[in-house]
Nanobody, 113 residues
């Protein structure tokens, strides 16, 4: 079956960096759009960034200039490089395959002030 496994979350001080990874297994077709979403306590899940198979990316305004999404199509893996982290970036980050609707289990990112 399809599995999305995320890694790379953790605790970091404000201004620091983290890099998230998500690998999809059980996939036997070309994945078009992969993305990252996040959900903070008491808030709705929101888009962070997406990237298409040919590398076209899209970002939430709140992370533009600080986060960078990338992918390795051969490995069915998507990355999220997060720089200049802020306390308001604290959330559970979820990997997503947009067209098929699969979600990862989430990885916690906590940014201390």
């Amino acid at each position: 079956q399809v599995q999305l496994v995320e890694s790379g979350g953790g605790l970091v001080q404000a201004g620091g960096s983290l890099k998230l990874s998500c690998t999809a297994s059980g996939i036997f077709y070309t994945i078009n759009t992969m993305g990252w979403y996040r959900q903070a306590p008491g808030k709705q899940r929101e888009l962070v960034a997406t990237i298409t198979h040919n590398g076209r990316s899209n970002y939430a305004d709140s992370v533009k200039g600080r986060f960078a999404i990338s992918r390795d199509n051969a490995k069915n893996t998507v990355y999220l490089q997060m720089n200049s982290l802020k306390p308001e970036d604290t959330a559970i980050y979820y990997c997503n395959l947009q067209e098929s609707g699969y979600w990862g289990q989430g990885t916690q990112v906590t940014v201390s002030s």
